[in-house]
């Protein structure tokens, strides 16, 4: 496991970390879109669980889930999990992602489960699977990431 690089502030718990995101009044779009909540926050396994309502836009002309907003599912929830990890210090484009699907995921109710693998000063090393309502594993990822100072551009 690796150790969160910034630790010059205090860090919430688990509990609060959950409920400021939860509450966050400056929440991307890009989340809302997705029908994204998160439901788990867990630092110490540097691990993240989220919950998604998959709207049946996102639906291909067989009524499965297209695969990019799987993808984009998964990112998200990588992606977030390494803003976690910093104490909210960091941030961590994605360089590069792979992506396996392995059954459909139908409109509706999805989670995905995401963790790093290694959070160093170059790069981030992270995994995330994607379940559909019965549970069952839809799509994993990986995915490596720069990490860099938390900053909102624009």
Do not use: W
């Not at 496991?1 to 630790?7: K, T, V």
């Not at 540097?46 to 049946?56: C, S």
Request: charge should be neutral; proline fraction near 7%; hydrophobic fraction near 45%.
């Amino acid at each position: 496991m690796s150790e969160p690089i910034s630790e010059d502030k205090p860090r919430l718990s688990d509990a609060d970390m959950l409920a400021r995101f939860q509450n966050s009044k400056k929440r991307p779009p890009c989340s809302d879109t997705l029908g994204m909540k998160l439901r788990a926050v867990h630092q110490a396994e540097q691990r993240v669980v989220m919950d998604f309502d998959v709207p049946d836009m996102f639906a291909n002309p067989t009524g499965a889930v297209q695969g990019g907003f799987i993808a984009a599912m998964m990112d998200e929830a990588m992606s977030t999990c390494v803003i976690i990890a910093s104490n909210v210090t960091m941030t961590a484009p994605t360089l590069e992602m792979k992506t396996s699907y392995l059954r459909r995921l139908m409109p509706g109710p999805a989670s995905v489960e995401a963790r790093i693998l290694k959070f160093g000063r170059s790069a981030a090393f992270m995994e995330a699977e994607c379940l559909d309502a019965d549970g069952k594993l839809v799509a994993k990822a990986t995915a490596t990431a720069i990490p860099m100072p938390f900053k909102r551009l624009g």
